[in-house]
Nanobody, 121 residues
Framework: QVQLVESGGGLAQPGGSLRLSCAAS????????MSWVRQAPGKGLEWVSG????????GYADSVKARFTISRDNAKNTLYLEMNSLSAEDTGVYYC??????????????WGQGNLVTVSS
């Protein structure tokens, strides 16, 4: 069964950094594009970043561009999100999600349980 488990979240100070990981199982990670999606307190879901199955292309929301970096290690069945220059607006629950195919489709068919990131002084 497809399973995605996020980790690495927690408390960070403004200007600090965190690295999220998403461990995938139950499918061949290298065959699918992946995304990170977040939900700020009291807000709706916001797509953060995506990456093609082989890492050949990436995309970012304007709100995180130049600060966040998405990457993957297919050999380790793991997706990553490096978050730098964090601000309070980055606070929220971050979800790892699987896309339907190798490229960006806009359709996510599996989600992790979410991992809370809190940015506060």
């Amino acid at each position: 069964q497809v399973q995605l488990v996020e980790s690495g979240g927690g408390l960070a100070q403004p200007g600090g950094s965190l690295r999220l990981s998403c461990a995938a199982s139950g499918f061949t990670l290298s065959s699918y594009a992946m995304s990170w999606v977040r939900q700020a307190p009291g807000k709706g879901l916001e797509w953060v970043s995506g990456i093609y199955s082989d890492g050949s292309d990436t995309g970012y929301a304007d709100s995180v561009k130049a600060r966040f970096t998405i990457s993957r290690d297919n050999a380790k069945n793991t997706l990553y999100l490096e978050m730098n220059s964090l601000s309070a607006e980055d606070t929220g629950v971050y979800y790892c999600a699987k896309e339907l195919g190798w490229g960006s489709s806009g359709a996510l068919d599996a989600w992790g349980q979410g991992n809370l990131v809190t940015v506060s002084s």
